[in-house]
């Protein structure tokens, strides 16, 4: 055996010199590493930047899965989740490679288990795999389509936000993928009671408010904290840029009896239209909050989802598994919004056998222009189920695609100076419609 007396001095001065090397090599990785991590604790927009490029690695994308895999299976991943049973109609056109598209329901907890609950905004999001362009499509929760079971059969013609209750996601997803044509595969459920808590644990979001919505806000806001089981405190102004928290933002999603403003095209959207609306501005609002916000506040973000791992009372439920979702956060953090809007969007309202129902003034034409939208694609033919489907509901409703309707969606910006003042102006004011809204 050798040993440090057995060695020359030469030796010994070889042997010293490289140990010295070794330490130093770990004191400057350690280094790297603290100051990688101040820079990730006090720096988002560079924190974001570092999540965004180990996402993009194998060796990152494997430290990731070590400190999320396991706890996301446990409380955010569908394992019932059945692909298997999915549904399409003979489609001409694929555009998987091309697109990622999914559907986010909204489900509310205060009408029971979330599996058992009506599917209270339903919103298809259809994501360019290359350029990270996002679009969003809102289906009208009233309209009537064709209802599909789990196993993709045709039970009856109902509202589209039953089929969620009828048979979980995989029915919603054959509704939606038989009437428009579409190859949805993948869902996101958000119950609404947990967007609430996310939103208290990035800081809350800023929302334009008019008189009305603030309240019909406050009307309202007493019984959603019942439900949830939280004290409410009232907004207390209407106008530019006012800051709710959970439970006001929540409660915000769910007004219908006030004209919705949108802040970017000064559209004003009514009724249950204007419902949905909120819904898609508020998740925008919330994505772009948790790209910004701090390493803190997204660990209690996180925290908070993961914490819920009944699979009856999730925040947040999935089918997409843990190595799709961190495939997609560089999308996720490059994402731009590219346009939204409702579906159907040539439509009327009518009463039929005592339930009110939103029609598609021509089913066909309406996926057509949805296809358009989503995908570029110019005078796309719908197939013979969705052409099925639009004779079905016309003989019923005597809706066709010369019939009368409206547009939900009407421009705010060309009204009088007053009102065009009311949705440019930065200054925090008096957000008064002057009686345009449904709730006067």
Known sequence: MSSNK??????????????????????VIFGIILIAAMVILFVPNVKAEIIKGMATTPIGQKIISWFGSEAYVHSVFDSNFDNTKLKTNELKYNYSQEYTTFVLFGVDSREGEVEASNSDSILVVNIHNTTGEV??????????????????????????NSAYAAGGPEA???TLNKNLDLDIQDYVTVNFAGVAEIIDKLGGITVNLTDDELSQLNFHLLGTANAMGKYATPVKKSGKNIKLNGLQATTYCRIRKATFYDPDTGDRVSDDFGRAARQRSVMMKLVEKAKSAGITELQSMVQTVMNDDKAGDRIISTSFTFDEIVNLIPVIFDFKLNGSQGFPSQLTTGTYDGTSYVVARGLSNNVSELHKFLYGEENYQPTDNVVAVENYVAGYTGVTSGSDGYNPIESGKTTSNEETTATVDNTDYDYDDKGQSDFY
């Open 135 to 160: 679009k969003m499509v809102s289906i009208y929760r009233d309209t009537m389509l064709g209802i599909y079971d789990a196993d993709g059969n045709l039970n009856k013609y109902f509202k589209v």
């Open 6 to 27: 057995n060695k020359t001095p030469e030796k010994q001065l070889k042997t010293i010199k490289i140990w010295k090397r070794i330490v130093t090599t770990f004191e």
């Open 172 to 174: 919603a997803i054959n």
